[in-house]
């Protein structure tokens, strides 16, 4: 620990990537219980269209804040120099990699995660994806000592959440990363007071939120209704949830916002159309689809998609 007028404050080294990371990270930063020793993310990759090299969110905040930066491929790699840091906390939120032994173990006061689910529930790569694809009403904040079995350590912290009707994969990341931002803040806090306590998992509760493949996006027509628009929602924005309304052969769709509705005829049909955009058929209901995105183009809404594709009743759609 470093002394900061009459407190110690703890050397972290932070582990994050994404969003939720940056927010965590951005807390760290303002406690007055916490320095940030060291920050490791990911390698640049190529993103969009010309497949240009693109930070993630974590190297870009710390990069600009003028932190120590290390982009490993693997973990190891940094083993000697995080040593030489010598750091007393270590945090990880978003990260996406599994952490060896050798730098789990290297802070004195070990290594926490900041995980968004209600542990033990929905451990895992897509917590978040996967509660709204399973129509959950509540999820939260956990924050736990990070142990060789994934997300399976003793519970320090944790903060529910309810997730709303209207919640997709990105506004419920938004909020968990703002709720993470202030829960890691109380946690630094009862570390440098040394205050912190931990409870066992119940690990017959365990549940897993595995990552996604671009084929669980496609959509299943003989599903229910309200699966569909579930996963619509935890999809978002990959790989998304997409059809053929054309075929197999034909280009593919993309729904990024839908609603179930009161009709009912073959799965894959279409059953409805109006103002809001076609409706069709389920397994159980139908979902109409509100906003959508044809391969290559823009997200538009279900009536300009059905105004430009000339989109009919009884049309089957795969």
């Given at each position: 620990?470093?002394?900061?007028?009459?407190?110690?404050?703890?050397?972290?080294?932070?582990?994050?990537?994404?969003?939720?990371?940056?927010?965590?990270?951005?807390?760290?930063?303002?406690?007055?219980?916490?320095?940030?020793?060291?920050?490791?993310?990911?390698?640049?990759?190529?993103?969009?269209?010309?497949?240009?090299?693109?930070?993630?969110?974590?190297?870009?905040?710390?990069?600009?804040?003028?932190?120590?930066?290390?982009?490993?491929?693997n973990?190891?790699?940094?083993?000697?120099?995080?040593?030489?840091?010598?750091?007393?906390l270590g945090v990880v939120a978003d990260y996406g990699s599994y952490l060896p032994a050798a730098v789990v173990e290297l802070p004195h006061l070990g290594t926490i995660n900041v995980h968004p689910s209600l542990l033990p529930r929905y451990r895992g790569a897509a917590p978040v994806q996967w509660a709204l694809a399973n129509g959950e009403k509540e999820t939260g904040i956990s924050i736990l000592f990070v142990t060789p079995e994934m997300d399976a350590g003793d519970i320090i912290l944790q903060e529910?959440?309810?997730?709303?009707?209207?919640?997709?994969?990105?506004?419920?990341?938004?909020?968990?990363?703002?709720q993470a931002a202030?829960?890691?803040?109380?946690?630094?806090?009862?570390?440098?007071?040394?205050?912190?306590?931990?409870?066992?998992?119940d690990h017959s509760k365990a549940t897993f939120a595995p990552r996604l493949t671009k084929e669980q996006g496609r959509i299943d027509w003989r599903r229910p209704a309200i699966e569909i628009r579930n996963r619509i929602r935890g999809f978002?924005?990959?790989?998304?949830?997409?059809?053929?309304?054309?075929?197999?052969?034909g280009p593919l769709l993309?729904?990024?916002?839908?609603?179930?509705?009161?009709?009912?005829?073959?799965?894959?049909?279409?059953?409805?159309?109006?103002?809001?955009?076609?409706?069709?058929?389920?397994?159980?209901?139908?979902?109409?689809?509100?906003?959508v995105q044809p391969a290559g183009r823009r997200v538009m809404t279900g009536w300009e998609y059905v105004l430009g594709h000339h989109v009919a009743k009884g049309d089957r759609w795969e």
């Open positions: 620990m470093t002394q900061s007028g009459e407190t110690d404050r703890l050397r972290v080294v932070f582990w994050g990537a994404g969003r939720l990371g940056r927010a965590v990270l951005q807390s760290i930063l303002k406690s007055k219980a916490a320095e940030v020793a060291a920050v490791v993310t990911k390698p640049d990759k190529p993103a969009g269209r010309h497949r240009k090299l693109r930070a993630c969110p974590v190297k870009e905040f710390a990069t600009a804040s003028r932190l120590e930066v290390f982009t490993p491929r973990p190891c790699e940094i083993e000697e120099q995080l040593r030489r840091i010598g750091p007393d529910r959440m309810p997730i709303d009707d209207d919640d997709d994969a990105v506004s419920l990341s938004e909020k968990l990363a703002h202030g829960a890691i803040e109380r946690v630094l806090n009862d570390f440098a007071r040394g205050k912190v306590a931990a409870v066992p998992q978002q924005p990959w790989p998304g949830c997409y059809c053929y309304p054309h075929g197999p052969r993309h729904i990024r916002s839908a609603a179930v509705v009161p009709f009912s005829g073959a799965p894959g049909e279409v059953v409805d159309i109006n103002r809001e955009g076609p409706a069709i058929a389920a397994g159980e209901g139908a979902v109409r689809l509100l906003k």
